[in-house]
């Protein structure tokens, strides 16, 4: 089946400098992935959805100049999260969209951000 | 923004029992997906319910839709101790992105 590839599934940083994620579609092409936050005990909250080749659409609240989307290839999306801070450690999850079967999404298995 | 509801936050039962969770949405949709995701863990997606289908199986999973009432609920039978985990109803429309419930953290005890 399709498989979307996150890495690194953990990472540790510093405050004050960025750290980037990256989301791949193994298998298929997506044009459209989308960034998810999730804090403990919370549930998903989009973020951001990325199209290849154009800038990405943030949800409300979400600092686009905090959080950089770049999806350069139809395979690939980044998250780079800026100058971090301990409150954005959480859980980042992209999922990726296949117009196959009817568009459907595959989850990625997220990436957690610890900040110190 | 977060368009479902789920019912109840948080449920414990005994092993062997049934377990059944709601989710209800506002606007209008194309199907419906429960996931499942473990503590600190990705999401495991369990099934999908199209707009059109009122029931479905797999497993030890049911799942209905009733979409007069935009609602859905998700029911494990014979619950046991490795089902234990947060369940999420995900709502989703065209090419848009899953809009996610805030989930029931579902305790099963041996």
């Known amino acids: 089946g399709a498989v979307v590839s996150q890495h690194p599934s953990r990472v540790i940083c510093k405050s004050g400098t960025s750290v980037k994620i990256e989301c791949r579609s193994l298998?298929?092409?997506?044009?459209?992935m989308f960034w998810y936050r999730q804090f403990p005990k919370q549930s998903l909250m989009l973020m951001a959805t990325?199209?290849?080749?154009?800038?990405?659409?943030?949800e409300q609240g979400v600092e686009k100049d905090k959080f950089l989307i770049n999806h350069a290839s139809l395979t690939l999306s980044t998250l780079t999260v800026t100058s971090a801070h301990p409150e954005d450690s959480s859980f980042y999850i992209c999922?990726?969209?296949?117009?196959?079967?009817?568009?459907?999404?595959?989850f990625g298995e997220g990436s957690w951000l610890t900040v110190v | 923004s977060q368009q479902g509801e789920e019912d109840p936050q948080a449920l414990s039962i005994q092993e062997g029992e049934n377990a059944t969770m709601n989710c209800s949405y506002k606007t209008s949709i194309n199907n419906l997906q429960w996931y499942r995701q473990n503590s600190g863990r990705g999401l495991v997606h369990l099934i999908l319910i199209r707009s059109n289908e009122r029931e479905k199986h797999s497993g030890r999973l049911r799942v209905t839709l009733d979409t007069s009432k935009k609602s859905s609920s998700l029911l494990i039978t014979a619950s046991r101790a490795a089902d234990t985990a947060s369940y999420f109803c995900a709502t989703h429309s065209g090419n848009t992105p899953l809009v996610f419930g805030k989930g029931t953290r579902l305790s099963v005890i041996a």
């Open positions: 999922s990726a969209l296949t117009s196959a079967s009817g568009n459907t999404i595959y």
């Open positions: 990325s199209n290849e080749g154009s800038k990405a659409t943030y």
């Open positions: 298998d298929f092409q997506a044009t459209t």
